[in-house]
């Protein structure tokens, strides 16, 4: 038996007992609102600016913003499983994107069951370097950047991470996450495309294209949270595998992180790293074209360590990222290396101040230079920033 039909088995069983339970809810299910509001202004100092390089007629300051307003709503039944739904929309952070994220869930003894558009089971279970401390910036998957120097690369900086979630467009998948046991929980999903999916539709998802979606993608995470007297230790990691990748190719991508914290009082360290195995198929990736010539089977590597120190209302962080890309053959490699120290300053319940300067670098294997563009660079970025929730 497949990992899908045991999943999908597994699945119906579940649906199948919560239905046959027969349990009333207490009271129907009410929405509430909440949300936040990220800003923040900041600037490049040098880069590339020749024509066709990273920084050319690129602005050296500018501001930033990220908004996204949440409802969440459940109920709790008499049999005392819970039921609810969450749902996520966008301010202005995209064009045409007015739903970031929407999904239902069943909560239990059995543990947690989701489905809908969002993030992959091994979203909430990796575990990322503690220097990321900061919600507009870092550099793990920052929302706010203001460095142009990975504009002309293969991966852009919003989507470097050491995290497995390839299947960030968020499209529909079920999930399921389990009881702690001991502190350890494990998390499993399954997406059947790597689109969102919407009704009212008919048939079944198109087969796979040069320019198409990956499909059924599998994916795993681990976590562990323990206690040795004064230290606490969390660590996680997590495995996922594209059955059907989304380009013609035999080379099927597939994603391996881990990562953990010590924290010691005030003062938390740790590391976390992620390989990508045919990164080109990856959804962070724009695809294979002739301006991007990074060959199928190419894989690549990031790898993060990092700090934070908390005295008072201010936390501090200092982290450090490095990349290796494979891109027309195993000896031409792009190397990224990255530095970010931050600090968050907390005004009041749900609202603090954010800042960051960073230093950036992006390094072409000059050997075998690439046709599209030269992305080879470094520069360092200021940003200052709030960050409000509701």
């Given amino acids: 038996m497949t990992l899908k039909k045991l999943f999908l088995g597994t699945t119906a069983l579940l649906a199948a007992g919560l239905v046959g339970a027969g349990a009333r809810a207490a009271s129907p299910i009410a929405l509430t609102l909440g949300g936040f509001y990220g800003a923040a202004l900041g600037g490049e100092i040098g880069g590339a600016d020749n024509k066709?390089?990273?920084?050319?007629?690129k602005q050296h300051g500018a501001f930033h913003q990220n908004?996204?307003?949440?409802?969440?709503?459940?109920?709790?039944?008499?049999?005392?499983?819970?039921?609810?739904v969450h749902i996520e929309l966008e301010g202005n952070n995209q064009s045409g994107r007015t739903i970031d994220e929407v999904y239902t869930y069943f909560r239990g003894g059995f543990g947690d069951f989701r489905f809908g558009d969002t993030k992959s089971a091994n979203d909430l279970l990796c575990i990322w370097d503690p220097g990321s401390i900061t919600n507009n910036f870092g550099l793990e998957s920052p929302n706010t950047t203001f460095t142009n120097?990975?504009?002309?690369?293969?991966?852009?900086?919003?989507?470097?991470?050491?995290?497995?979630?390839?299947?960030?467009?968020?499209?529909?998948?079920?999930?399921?996450?389990?009881?702690v046991f001991s502190g350890l929980q494990f998390g499993f999903s399954f997406q059947p495309h790597q689109g969102k999916s919407a009704g009212p539709v008919t048939g079944t998802a198109s087969t796979n294209d040069v320019a198409g979606d990956g499909m059924n993608i599998i994916t795993a995470g681990l976590n562990y949270k323990h206690s040795?007297?004064?230290?606490?230790?969390?660590?996680?990691g997590g495995i996922e595998y594209w059955i059907t990748p989304r380009q013609q190719s035999d080379d099927h991508p597939a994603f391996l992180d881990g990562g953990f914290q010590l924290t010691y009082g005030k003062l938390t360290v740790g590391a976390s790293a992620e390989y990508m195995m045919n990164y080109i198929q990856s959804s962070r990736f724009s695809g294979r074209t002739a301006n991007n010539p990074v060959k199928f089977g190419s894989d690549a590597w990031v790898a993060a360590v990092g700090a934070n120190y908390v005295y008072d209302a201010w936390t501090f962080g200092l982290e450090y990222m490095h990349g290796a890309f494979q891109i027309s053959s195993d000896n031409d490699?792009?190397?990224?290396?990255?530095?970010?120290?931050?600090?968050?300053?907390?005004?009041?319940?749900?609202?603090?101040?954010?800042?960051?300067?960073?230093?950036?670098?992006?390094?072409?294997?000059?050997?075998?230079?690439?046709?599209?563009?030269?992305?080879?660079?470094?520069?360092?970025?200021?940003?200052?920033?709030?960050?409000?929730?509701f």
């Fill in 52 to 57: 066709g390089e990273a920084s050319y007629q």
């Fill in 67 to 84: 908004v996204e307003v949440y409802f969440n709503g459940s109920t709790t039944l008499d049999n005392g499983l819970t039921a609810g």
């Fill in 149 to 179: 120097v990975t504009t002309n690369a293969v991966i852009k900086l919003g989507n470097l991470s050491s995290c497995i979630d390839e299947g960030q467009a968020k499209g529909t998948k079920a999930i399921y996450y389990s009881p």
């Fill in 228 to 236: 040795f007297g004064p230290i606490n230790l969390l660590a996680g």
């Fill in 333 to 389: 490699v792009d190397v990224y290396n990255a530095v970010s120290f931050q600090t968050t300053y907390k005004l009041g319940p749900g609202i603090r101040l954010e800042s960051e300067i960073a230093w950036f670098d992006w390094n072409e294997d000059q050997t075998l230079p690439h046709p599209q563009a030269r992305a080879t660079s470094n520069s360092v970025s200021v940003g200052l920033g709030t960050y409000m929730t």
